[in-house]
């Protein structure tokens, strides 16, 4: 964002790039530093696969994500930020050695964002094909209150309201953390029910379904009955398919309760309490009237939190989307659903100003 | 359905002219497996038998609904196979609703692989059956024209001996495919339809060997019923890039029981992807969401419901493809739509009456006088 914005600002998709191999293995046990140099690890998949570094649609500028990156291009416009740095943990299959680069990660993200900066949150890195072992992680972490959530590919071999998953989201509730959904991921699965795709235009384009199939599933799986204070961030999402799928789940609700009794309300209502989207990349025409008529579709103004998506940008733009909102939604968009929903408390400095 | 009441349909419009009404996806089914046989060389009847003796595959494997696909009323006595009988349908549908022209979408393939000399078989034999059972015995029935889907190029000369009966006007291939539907595999139906003046009418049902999402298997018959257009971007996206309607510029897509608007954000997003990766694109020379207005089409069950009604106007606003939504009732199925319930009183007019018939008359080339 460029304007200046009377209310305080939260950006909550902020991206960095672990660097190198060589800033993790600091982190990493004397077998791990062993296992490292032998296979001359570099990086793992996931990483690239995600975000080929050939493509400029996926890093315009190659900007610079370090720390003072970060400060001079977010934190100027924002008073807290959260980021987090995909590692690809899930493409690799060794549940603990994964589980050793997640942690790596993470001790590498405190150390050199959030010991560094206080107006820095982070997503915690987990293997989520190890259950126990991402606990495990999760548990870990949490010792850190700046670590406000856990990070999971939208890639997935099994969709996330599976029971395998429940361990960990049990976990987040307790220690009060959301879970978050990302664009991306590579599980060897492929990404369609109709198999592989043969291009980068194809994947990306195509994968709105896999963020659906994660949303239904984990509506339809009773999670947030059970838990009715989790939380679920989907990021990188593009968000404006999200109005047909409630009318669509909402439809068909009324036919399936019998199957999933635990489904106590119409499936919208779990989205509009339990599920948050960040705002940026915005799936629609840039056309005012389009968005407001989106933004009323939604049904609610507590959906939406500000997520640059730093450092991509797009058209449409936060100002496309804040231009069609009154000070209210632009106050739940800028910064006040994700201090609910991450209990995030501004620096002082950065009271919330009167709407209008 | 719309859970709104919706207006009894409109059977005198002002100027006399009655509301014509196509249904678009009408499922006709065999009696039985026995009923099938009739229509299979005898050298496959053994290895029919042992091969549709299985559950359709990829129900079995995954997920297996929970419930029958049927509305309760349809079955025949003994549990007969509901859609199975010409007199049934007619008495439930076609009289009851004034229906004007129905076209069969025969689901069932029975179980049997996708591609293979008995699935060429059982292609045909469905083709043989629509066309003597229903087509010749009810003037207002259209056919389908069921390939050997994985077969490629060995489906073409069933695809143009079908065709050679005017009363077949599409393509019935059941999603997702195996490959997504750009692939090279597929061109040779492509080619045989374009040849033959036909759209392809795609349809959730196949089995890709595949999860049902890109996120694994759902669970619930609830997912999985929310889950049957998840294949349409893939299907959609894949068409786009792959060219095909370059080479192909008649070809034409029809979209069945998919809902309709995931479209929307899938085509600014392909819009969006097609002017920031030029390097992954080079050979599409227009913007994807020309392309996907001018080649897919839409049926209407199951229509997204909005608790607002205003809502399915700014979709469909939004859309811009107000040309291409056609009326299905997706008889017999527990989710059918009757015609009179099937839209909400806020779509009227002139968009009513394309989406009852005007825009199936313009895809299918039936002439609008009865």
Known sequence: MTEAHSSPVIDCDVHCEVPSAESITPFLSEHWVDHVRRVRFRQLIGVDYTYPPWSEMMLPQQRNQSLDGIRDRVLSNADAAIVHAYYGVESQQHPYYAQALAAGVNRWLESEYLDKEPRLFASATIAPQDTQGAVAELRRVAANKRFIQVLLPARAPEPYGSQRYWPIWEAAAEEGMAIAITYGGSTGTPQTPNGWMSSLFEEYTSFQQVFEAHVMSMVASGIFAKLPDLKLVVMESGWTWLPGLMWRMDTEWHTARREVPWVELPPSEYVKRHVRFTTLPIDSSSSPKHLEELLEQLGSSELLMYGSDFPRTYEPSMENLLAVMDAEQRDRVLWSNAAETYKISLPSSASPAPAG | ?370
């Open chain 2, 1 to 370: 359905m719309t859970t709104e009441t919706a207006e009894r349909p409109k059977t005198d419009r002002p100027g006399g002219t009655r509301l014509r009404q196509i249904d678009c996806d009408l499922h006709a089914y065999m009696r039985s497996r026995e009923h099938l046989k009739q229509y299979l060389p005898a050298k496959q009847h053994r290895y029919f038998d042992q091969v549709a003796g299985r559950e359709q595959l990829g129900l079995a494997v995954g997920a297996r609904p929970s419930r029958s696909f049927y509305r309760e009323d349809t079955f025949l006595p003994n549990d007969g196979q509901p859609g199975s009988d010409l007199r049934v349908t007619q008495e439930q549908l076609l009289d009851r609703y004034g229906i004007d022209r129905g076209i069969l979408t025969p689901l069932d393939q029975y179980g049997v692989p996708a591609s293979g000399e008995l699935s060429r078989a059982v292609a045909r034999a469905i083709n043989e059956w629509q066309a003597e059972e229903w087509l010749s015995q009810d003037e207002r029935l259209y056919g389908s024209i069921v390939v050997s889907l994985e077969d490629g190029h060995a489906t073409a000369s069933e695809i143009a001996r079908a065709a050679s009966n005017p009363r077949f006007v599409q393509l019935f291939l059941l999603v997702p495919t195996a490959d997504p539907l750009g692939h090279p595999r597929y061109w040779p139906i492509y080619e045989a339809a374009a040849e033959a003046g036909l759209p392809l009418a795609l349809h959730p049902g196949g089995f890709s060997g595949m999860p049902l999402t890109g996120a694994g298997w759902p669970t619930y018959f609830f997912e999985y019923h929310v889950s049957l257009p998840f294949a349409y971007p893939v299907e959609v996206v894949s068409l786009i890039y792959s060219g095909v309607f370059d080479r192909l510029p008649e070809l034409q897509f029809v979209l069945q029981e998919g809902a309709i608007s995931w479209m929307i954000p899938l085509m600014a997003r392909m819009d969006r992807a097609y002017a920031a990766m030029k390097e992954d694109v080079p050979h599409l020379k227009e913007a994807p969401s020309e392309l996907a207005r001018r080649h897919f089409w839409f049926t209407t069950q199951p229509l997204e419901e909005p608790t607002k009604p205003h809502q399915l106007l700014q979709m469909f606003d939004q859309l811009g493809m107000n040309d291409h939504i056609m009326f299905a009732s997706d008889y017999p199925h527990w989710d059918f739509d009757a015609p009179d319930r099937a839209l909400p009183s806020s779509i009227s007019g002139e968009l009513r009456s394309k989406i009852f018939a005007g825009n199936a008359e313009s895809l299918y080339k039936f002439t609008s006088a009865q």
